[in-house]
């Protein structure tokens, strides 16, 4: 291309600097969310990997009730077993005053203590643990004479404001264990901090993690020279199956001594949910880039199509001056180019960052052991490639038709297309006899039905992606909504360990200020059907219940009848169950000798708003569960209580002072973590809401623009013809309405369909949403996007007043 | 050298038929003619009478539907699109009823958007003065009058020193002082350059100046006449 050539793109774009910054905002926000979504998710996988290398992650874990030690020595002999860790893990309340954790002092009261489950989990004093090890943040390692010393979970120890130095107290038996804290830690096995794999999120107000020398847990556990866990590695290079030959074998070998179901890498609690999170990432940097950059690629070809038809006589001089064919493809080629790398750049720039800042939010949130941040010239190359492919790809058409756009052909004015009477007035005559000012409009939308189909769709995918966001919103607050309001009534739950009578429950009702208290009992279990078998907790609750409702399909609270399990469309999808089916509920840490399980059938529908808890009467759980697991008789694992505001915190005190009260839960608190938790949730739906919107006002803009300047003779010819200037804007006004309403027709259903394959796309095991848009998103979706029609037509509309009229009814239009 | 040795160009039983929307045009119909060089050739015809076709098959921007185009020997008919491109950019110069200027460049950039094809770029400045719009060379079309926007379409004609000089239509756009002076120039770049000039028009008084004057009727010559005696521009009257 020879350099005036370069002078000429170079003004054109200048005097289209609008249209083009707006294709190539639409450009950068696809490219940044490509970019955010792949930065985060390459700093994540890696950081996960690199930490799992670091600190030895095992392959699977078999819990049983206790074995001697020597027996790792047996399961390390087994083919293709690299090493083994024996080790003890046990659960016991631990007792946190004030002064250990000042988070139990918040509400006011001096002398608060708090008391929450503890998972002791043994390690080497005098060496590293050659599995599962863990990173020292701040503070040391056990010294090797340190028996009493412990290794606080970083999280936990955050939560409760612990310092190093600080004493930490476990009811062990009928006794108290005391230990001092040396250090915190971050371990790969809680990276994210979840009881087990039932749980949906951390609760660190309720669960911590604390890590003690082997001697001492052999101590305090009467478990000397035995452990109840192990971790296996096995050798490099095995193929899953291969592995889990292995593990079944290890199991095999521990059948003996009461083992539990082994845990796979895969699903160990942490490391799934870390596994579903970066699904979540790889998801947000393909699919949400792939629709701004179709969305990108559409406006593009419309502009450039543009550009090109009011071009032809530029393109038949240059033609006939001797510029070649692909001198005039690379110019208009160019215009594609140059917003793509414009568009390209800055995408990078912003979704580099922004990557970074999901990084940074994520490592903050979670407890990575090493976090691995190099500079990713892949993203920025794949991001850029992105960027230019889909520009170019686009660019290339409206190039093409240029460049063999035969010159005599580009310097005849087009032929006007043949006038038709559009089919909307054959089915609906009285539309003939409408007003000029409305029936043109009417007649312009079919007589370009193209450039009518483009817009719409421009509009569809604008509105689509709005509808989307604001659906996540609405589908968190339903479920959060629906959870609080209607389902979980209660004020408090005191949480046991172990596992209470629930007569507890007659006595606590008893108390001041209680105005309610029903008994609950809370089983991690796994339902089988077939070969599927999903693995979730049982609420097992009061028949007549109040203070924790679940849901009948209309969103109503039902009460508990029959013997039913009841169970959430989620999971019975996953199961391919319906009402009525027999399952296999079993105790998931059931073992080969405490064969805690039984054939339940499935109940009625339910609406199960935010997790996949499934449900049952208490007195079925009760008589399924209490002589396999060797429950006392009528077990509880907590109590729920309804109580008036003023008694909480006194109440709370008090129920710690309850034996085996393992930890006491407010529903306010819960709330106010919940709002914590999701406060990024909602940060980025925003993002993305407003992404949507911006890519929905740039489409509107840019087409609408060029729909308006493409008829400047007509519209002039219209100015001269003795129409107001109001008057033409009303028509206008009317056919970009009409043309939004169109949009609006494809869009919203098309939003709903992209609403189902998203939220099936976030459905985890743990957490549901159900599609919800509440009305009045649609109205506020609708509205708004008139609005952006309305808004967007206003620089065009001022440049029809500005017209030359003259000047524009004699010269072609462009 | 073309059939009788000494046109330039030499039309050879020349038909061509297009479509536009759903009717079919003939433009043209047999159409046999010479043009010699260095000469000044205005072809008359009502709207509609095939003159700009003819134009555009001569000036290779467009291929007859049958028969021969010979421009220096050489059938132009059978040329393909790198050919063609390769004919136009050596061997004519064009110039629109509209002016096709480039709105976002200057005249001089106008102009060394053409030069700069032949490698000619430097000669941009000469052509506007050429020309008489050496002091306007930096304006933007939409700062000149239409006469100067036409006197610098023809500098952008004449910037690649092509042997023929077409003209649609050059003083349709244009009132009659105006058209006065374009017309001196192509007179002057006729005269003292020996360009060929083959001008189409509706307006029979540019006639008079030109040395052979052919009327187009429905896409047929009607008539090929030569003109003795050309009248200067000045002395048209219209």
Redesign the interface.
């Known amino acids: 291309m020879?350099?005036?050539?370069h002078?000429?793109l170079r003004?054109?774009l200048?005097?289209s600097k609008w249209q083009f910054l707006a294709v190539a905002f639409i450009v950068m926000l696809g490219v940044a969310m490509f970019e955010a979504g792949f930065v985060s998710f390459r700093n994540m996988s890696e950081s996960y990997n690199l930490s799992y290398t670091r600190l030895r992650f095992a392959d699977f874990w078999i819990p049983f009730d206790r074995a001697p030690y020597d027996l790792t020595r047996r399961i390390a002999a087994l083919p293709g077993v690299d090493r083994v860790v024996g080790r003890i893990v046990v659960e016991a309340p631990l007792r946190l005053s004030a002064e250990t954790s000042p988070a139990a002092g918040i509400n006011g009261a001096e002398q608060e203590e708090v008391k929450i489950i503890g998972r002791f989990i043994s390690l080497p004093a005098r060496e590293r643990a050659a599995l599962n090890d863990v990173r020292v943040v701040e503070g040391r390692y056990f010294s090797p004479a340190g028996k009493r010393e412990a290794l606080v979970e970083k999280s936990f120890a955050q939560h409760h404001q612990f310092r190093l130095g600080d004493t930490l107290t476990a009811e062990v038996g009928s006794g108290t264990e005391e230990f001092r804290i040396v250090g915190f830690v971050i371990s790969p096995e809680y990276i994210i901090a979840l009881r087990n794999e039932q749980y949906a999120m951390p609760t660190p107000s309720t669960f911590g993690v604390i890590f003690i020398p082997q001697e001492r847990a052999e101590d305090i556990f009467e478990m000397s020279g035995q452990i109840n866990e192990v971790c296996v590695r096995v050798l490099p290079g095995m193929t899953k199956s291969e592995r889990n030959d292995i593990m079944w074998q290890a199991h095999d070998l521990l059948h003996p001594y009461g083992a539990e179901d082994p845990v796979p890498q895969e699903e160990q609690a942490s490391n799934h949910a870390l596994q579903m999170d970066l699904k979540a990432l790889a998801n947000l940097a393909t699919v949400y880039p792939t629709l701004f950059l179709a969305a990108a690629a559409l406006t593009i070809y419309t502009l450039l199509m543009r550009l090109v038809y009011a071009q032809r006589?530029?393109i038949?001089?240059l033609?006939?001056?001797?510029?070649?064919?692909g001198d005039v493809l690379r110019h208009y080629l160019a215009f594609a180019l140059v917003v793509g790398i414009t568009g390209g750049m800055t995408g990078i720039a912003l979704g580099y960052y922004l990557g970074l800042v999901i990084t940074n939010q994520y490592t903050t949130t979670l407890n990575i052991p090493y976090v691995a941040t190099p500079f990713r010239w892949d993203a920025v190359a794949y991001g850029f490639g992105a960027a230019m492919g889909a520009c170019l790809a686009a660019g290339f058409i409206p190039a093409r038709a240029a460049g063999t756009l035969?010159?005599?052909v580009a310097?005849r004015d087009e032929?006007?297309p043949?006038g038709r009477r559009p089919i909307l007035e054959w089915l609906f005559p009285p539309l003939a006899r409408l007003p000029y000012v409305v029936k043109i409009p009417l007649r312009n939308l079919f007589r370009a039905p193209r450039r009518t189909v483009y817009t719409a769709f421009g509009i569809a995918s604008g509105v689509s992606l709005v509808l989307v966001s604001a659906m996540f919103l609405d589908a968190i607050d339903f479920a959060i909504g629906s959870y609080f309001n209607k389902m979980q009534r209660y004020d408090m739950l005191v949480m046991f360990l172990p596992m209470q009578s629930e007569d507890l429950a007659y006595h606590l009702a008893q108390k001041p200020g209680v105005r309610r208290a029903e008994a609950g009992l809370q089983l991690p279990v796994e339902i089988i059907k077939g070969e599927r078998k999903f693995s979730t907790l049982l609420l097992a609750l009061p028949r007549h219940g109040r203070l924790y409702r679940v849901l009948d399909p209309r969103g109503e609270p039902m009460d508990l009848k029959g013997d039913g399990l009841l169970i959430g469309d989620l999971v019975r999808r996953r199961l391919g169950v319906e009402t009525g089916d027999w399952v296999l509920l079993r105790y998931a840490q059931s073992s080969d000798e405490v064969k805690a399980e039984a054939w339940v059938r499935v109940g009625e529908r339910i609406q199960q708003p935010a997790t996949t808890m499934v449900y049952m009467p208490l007195d079925v759980a009760q008589r399924l569960f209490t002589s396999a697991l060797d429950l006392p008789s009528r077990p509880t694992t907590g109590i729920q209580l309804q109580v008036e505001p003023q008694y909480l915190d006194a109440l709370k005190r008090e129920l710690y002072e309850l034996p085996h009260a393992a930890a006491v839960e407010l529903t306010r608190d819960s709330k106010a973590d919940l709002d914590r938790m999701m406060a990024f949730t909602y940060a980025f739906i925003g993002t993305m809401l407003l992404f949507g919107v911006g890519l929905a006002f740039a489409i509107v803009f840019n087409t609408l623009s060029i729909n308006i300047l493409e008829r400047t003779r007509e519209l002039a010819a219209m100015r001269t013809l003795g129409l107001r200037r109001r008057q033409l804007a009303a028509m206008i006004t009317i056919e970009n309405v009409l043309t939004a309403c169109l949009g609006l027709l494809i869009g919203i259903p098309l939003g709903y369909a992209e609403c189902l394959w998203f939220i099936r796309l976030y459905q985890s095991e743990t957490v549901t949403l159900e599609l919800i848009i509440y009305p009045r998103t649609y109205v506020l979706v609708v509205a708004g996007t008139v609005l952006v029609v309305l808004l967007s037509q206003i620089p065009a509309l001022r440049w029809i007043n500005r017209l030359d009229l003259a000047k524009a009814t004699k010269?072609?239009s462009g | 050298m073309s059939e009788d040795g000494k046109s330039l160009v030499h039309l050879d039983h020349v038909a061509k038929a297009y479509t536009?929307?759903?009717v079919v045009v003939h433009a043209l119909r047999d159409v046999t003619l010479d043009i010699h060089a260095g000469e000044f050739v205005v072809l008359l015809g009502p709207s509609g009478s095939g003159k700009t076709?003819l134009l555009?098959i001569v000036?290779g921007?467009?291929t007859p539907t049958s028969g021969r185009v010979l421009v220096r020997g050489q059938d132009i008919a059978t040329f393909n699109?790198?050919q063609l491109?390769?004919y136009?950019?050596?061997m004519?110069?064009?110039i629109?009823q509209?002016f096709?200027l480039?709105p976002?460049?200057t005249a001089q950039?106008n102009v060394?958007?053409?030069a700069?094809?032949?490698g000619k770029r430097e000669q941009a400045r000469r052509r506007l003065e050429q020309v008489g719009l050496g002091e306007r060379a930096h304006h933007f079309p939409s700062e000149l009058s239409g006469g100067e926007q036409q006197r610098v379409a023809i500098a952008?004609a004449l910037a690649?020193e092509p042997e023929l000089i077409l003209g649609d239509e050059p003083t349709g756009n244009l009132d009659y002082e105006t058209s006065l002076r374009v017309l001196r120039a192509l007179r002057d770049i006729n005269r003292q350059q020996h360009k060929t000039m083959l001008i189409v028009t509706h307006n029979s008084a540019l006639a008079q100046m030109a040395d052979t004057i052919i009327r187009l009727r429905s896409g047929r010559v009607v008539e090929v006449k030569r003109n003795d005696n050309p009248l200067e521009p000045e002395e048209l009257q219209w």
């Open positions: 020879t350099s005036r050539l002078t000429k003004r054109d200048w005097s006589p530029h038949g001089f033609r006939a001056s001797g510029f070649t064919q035969p010159p005599a310097m032929t006007p043949v010269e072609r | 536009m929307g759903e076709t555009n000036g921007l467009d699109e790198t491109t390769t136009r950019r050596q004519v110069g064009f629109f509209f096709n480039i976002t460049l950039e060394e958007l053409v700069e094809l032949v952008r690649k």
